[in-house]
């Protein structure tokens, strides 16, 4: 049983384009993550929704607009893909106010050429 | 601003050659401190939640401990199976947002 799925795993893409990540958590939390893990491996958060709310903004360009239609679904949306935003992007879940660690995704590597 | 430096960057282990990593935060309010092992490709795993200086957690090899302004992750007679970057990350009172490290790549030597 997966607990927290992201999709696709790889995206491979042009300059330009806009693209979509889907990430599904099954674990019944309420509070949704972004998280971004550059080359250096250092992992940084982008977003957090909380039952469809956003409650965590990073500086993060505008390009990049994250959608959560229900508390079990959080999706990345990013226009006008740029070279830098290469990375691995993660999902992940937790239950607000339980103090509960984070549930992470398998990651989604995105490359932009 | 929360702050966090993981030392070493990468450690490399004879199969059986206990040693430890290092955590250094520093964050107004700590209300937990997390451990998480991550392998290639893969997203961090979870292992330990310490709350408060002088608290231990264990799992199988490996031994989280907490200070005020540390965290160490002890490994006790390593395997080649418990080869991957351990990440720390403390998060503070008034958000739900994890600030991580840039992890220890942990190698076991068979």
């Known amino acids: 049983d997966t607990a927290v799925s992201q999709t696709p795993k790889y995206l491979v893409t042009q300059m330009g384009n806009d693209k979509s990540i889907k990430c599904e958590q099954n674990?019944?939390?309420?509070?949704m993550y972004w998280y971004k893990q550059d080359s250096k491996k250092f992992l940084k958060i982008m977003f957090s929704?909380?039952?469809?709310?956003?409650?965590i903004n990073e500086t993060v360009p505008n390009r990049f607009s994250p959608k959560s239609p229900d508390k079990a679904h959080l999706n990345l949306h990013i226009n006008s893909l740029e070279l830098g935003d290469s990375a691995v992007y993660f999902c992940a879940s937790s239950q607000s106010g339980t103090q509960s660690p984070l549930h992470f995704g398998n990651g989604t590597r995105l490359t932009v050429t | 601003e929360d702050q966090v430096t993981q030392s070493p960057e990468a450690l490399r282990l004879q199969e059986g050659e206990s040693s430890s990593l290092n955590c250094s935060y520093t964050v107004s309010g700590l209300r937990g401190l997390f451990w998480y092992r991550q392998d290639p490709g893969k997203g961090p795993e979870f292992l330990f939640t310490l709350y408060s200086a002088g608290e231990e957690k264990e799992k199988e090899r490996l031994k989280a401990t907490l200070t005020k302004k540390e965290s160490f992750l002890h490994i006790t007679a390593p395997k080649p199976e418990d080869s991957a970057t351990y990440l720390c990350a403390p998060s503070n009172f008034g958000n739900e947002k994890l600030t991580f490290g840039t992890g220890t790549r942990l190698t076991i030597i068979p």
């Open positions: 929704y909380n039952n469809k709310e956003l409650i």
């Open positions: 674990l019944g939390h309420d509070t």
